[in-house]
């Protein structure tokens, strides 16, 4: 047989069930490591999504045992270490990092790393080493004055706020570190709720969070006042608008929307709480607060995680408006349509329009038509009319209708002088002699006028008239816009007001 076909003739291998074999027992030490593994991680003080809690907690017994400790060495390198604990120092670093608090503690302020300046930070959070919560704010504010690193400053400033409410320090204090905050919280209020509030206020807060503004456009500058009020007009047409189409939610893509976040204070810093901080609540302005309840953090307000940039969709809104502005306004070049739904262009058009047509009926001069003197007009005039008819040559201007009150007082200042109880000289009338004594006194001439209803250019006339056979040459002249006494005659005038006696021989 051939060696191709060894082995075909074998039987096949049968398999059958065969009995496992007994397992080895396991070894004692590693049950006891694997439970003492399992136990570590179980411990509240090392769970691992909260890594730096035993290193807080370590940082603040350190820290309480080395309050007092004090050094004159001096450390000159540089150190950096993030999230800096005694520990993390070497100990020609320590010694160095302690004598540089002693002298800063006196008052002297030298230059030291990085890492020494947040290790003392850290400190003054868990008010070791100071009297009071109030003498730690003014350390970190002496710090943040002396040591112009933007990085420390930068943490400062934040950590700054978050002692003023951990440990509840108002006042000055708390006005002046959450100034900046107050002044963005008021903006998003005004732009999530602008119904509430002024146009030009309106306006105001639409450019802080646009590109274009009006250091960017030649009208706002020259129009401020105008450009503000429309601009405001036309956010609140329309966040109306939205709203009544069921979009009541629109103005929050311009604020940021309103709610209450998690809050962790002293973030980024080796802090550990001792002790869980009473429930209290902290009032910043009328749209943010921070509120603990059971030990944890809670921050109430407007856009809490939305920062104040430039909106393109703002940007866009500002611009259109300007653009219509200059149309109504004739001012300049007329700027290109800005790309926008056109639902919103015509919110900006008529928005534009209404303001225009109500600024040109404001600059209308107003007519006031007083309806009670119609009729003593109409019957002057029927007078007067009737005594031209008759053939009178000298038609006086007919005197009004007065009341009671009006009357008496006209009277009282018409009356003559006791000396000039007689006719008036020259033949002149009442009111022309009244007239021509005003102006030689300086007298309130325009206002007889107008009580009277008199014209001065009729009696001035009369006047000159009746003197020019006395006097032989016009006394009254006028410039066009008020009549005086040639100087030439007031003295022969006062004379002849004042004479009871013929005037003829007056200027022989």
Not at 293 to 299: I, L, R, T, V
């Amino acid at each position: 047989m051939s060696d191709v076909w060894k082995g075909w003739d074998r039987k096949p291998k049968v398999y059958e069930d065969q009995a496992i074999p007994p397992r080895k027992e396991p070894l004692p030490i590693r049950e006891q490591v694997s439970a003492a593994i399992s136990a570590l991680f179980r411990t509240p003080d090392l769970q691992f999504w909260d890594p730096f809690r035993s290193r807080a907690e370590r940082f603040r017994q350190d820290a309480e045992r080395f309050v007092n400790r004090e050094s004159k060495a001096f450390y000159i390198g540089d150190f950096r270490t993030y999230y800096t604990t005694y520990r993390d120092l070497p100990k020609d670093v320590l010694e160095g990092y302690f004598g540089w608090r002693t002298r800063l503690r006196n008052g002297v302020f030298t230059p030291a790393p990085l890492s020494f300046k947040f290790l003392y930070v850290y400190e003054i959070l868990s008010q070791i080493g100071v009297s009071s919560p109030e003498s730690g704010y003014e350390i970190l504010q002496a710090l943040c004055a002396n040591y112009p690193d933007p990085v420390l400053q930068e943490y400062l400033r934040r950590w700054g706020q978050d002692y003023l409410i951990y440990y509840q320090i108002g006042g000055e204090a708390l006005e002046a570190a959450f100034a900046d905050v107050r002044e963005e919280d008021r903006i998003r209020e005004i732009l999530r709720w602008p119904q509430r509030f002024d146009p030009i206020e309106v306006g105001l807060a639409m450019q802080r969070i646009s590109s274009y503004s009006e250091a960017r456009s030649a009208f706002l500058r020259s129009h401020p006042e105008d450009g503000r009020e429309v601009m405001g007009k036309v956010y609140q047409a329309l966040c109306e608008a939205r709203r009544s189409a069921g979009n009541p939610r629109f103005p929050e893509m311009f604020s940021g929307t309103r709610g209450s976040w998690r809050y962790e204070m002293f973030r980024n810093a080796v802090f550990w709480d001792a002790e869980q901080h009473p429930d209290c609540r902290v009032e910043i302005d009328p749209v943010r607060s921070y509120l603990c309840k059971d030990g944890k953090w809670k921050c109430s307000g407007i856009g809490i995680n939305h920062k104040l940039v430039h909106n393109p969709a703002m940007t866009a809104l500002v611009r259109e408006t300007d653009r219509c502005l200059r149309e109504v306004f004739s001012f300049g070049h007329p700027l290109k349509p800005t790309q926008m739904g056109a639902d919103t262009a015509e919110i900006v058009r008529k928005t534009v329009e209404a303001y225009d047509l109500a600024r040109r009926e404001a600059l209308r001069p107003k007519v006031t038509v007083h309806r009670e003197l119609l009729a003593g007009i109409r019957s002057d005039a029927d007078d007067t009319m009737s005594r031209l008819l008759e053939g009178e040559e000298d038609v006086d201007a007919p005197k009004p209708r007065l009341d009671a009150a009006a009357a008496e007082t006209a009277e009282r200042e018409s009356a003559p002088a006791p000396e000039e109880q007689n006719a008036p000289p020259a033949g002149l009338s009442a009111e022309e002699y009244r007239f021509l004594s005003l102006l030689l006194e300086g007298g309130d001439w325009k206002s007889f006028c107008a009580q009277r209803r008199l014209l001065p250019s009729l009696l001035a006339d009369a006047i000159n008239e009746k003197l020019m056979e006395t006097v032989g040459d016009t006394v009254l002249e006028s410039d066009g816009a008020s009549w005086t006494v040639i100087p030439d005659y007031k003295d022969d005038l006062s004379s002849l007001l004042r004479s009871e006696e013929s005037t003829e021989n007056l200027w022989n």
